[in-house]
Nanobody, 122 residues
Framework: VQLQASGGGLVQAGGSLRLSCAASGRTFSSYGMGWFRQAPGKEREFVAAINWSGGSTYYADSVKGRFTISRDNAKNTVYLQMNSLKPEDTAIYYC????????????????WGQGTLVTVSS
């Protein structure tokens, strides 16, 4: 499995970005996906997750109401729409895939993308 994250960049506070994660290597539509982030000097933290069908989504409290995770199973891609960005959202964002076929939360991620940097200026 390969996961390729993209879409990061520099944005002003209050702005928006959309991250994408393209997957290959196994049946994308059968696995839950998640986004995580790691800020400088901090541990990696959960941001959002979506189940294999796209019917269920989960968010960290810090991003709820501002970020939206979605997936397009026809394109083998998961997205993270980030609105109302804050300087504290600055981090490297990683996508990850659950290791279990049509698994239920809590997900057990076994494949990770390389990360994409999001920088939010104040």
């Amino acid at each position: 499995v390969q996961l390729q994250a993209s879409g990061g960049g520099l944005v002003q506070a209050g702005g928006s970005l959309r991250l994408s994660c393209a997957a290959s290597g196994r049946t994308f539509s059968s696995y839950g996906m998640g986004w995580f982030r790691q800020a400088p000097g901090k541990e990696r933290e959960f941001v959002a997750a979506i189940n294999w069908s796209g019917g269920s989504t989960y968010y960290a409290d810090s991003v709820k109401g501002r970020f939206t995770i979605s997936r397009d199973n026809a394109k083998n891609t998961v997205y993270l729409q980030m609105n109302s960005l804050k300087p504290e959202d600055t981090a490297i964002y990683y996508c990850a895939q659950d290791q279990r076929w049509r698994g239920a939360p809590p997900y057990e991620y076994d494949y990770w993308g390389q990360g994409t940097l999001v920088t939010v200026s104040s």
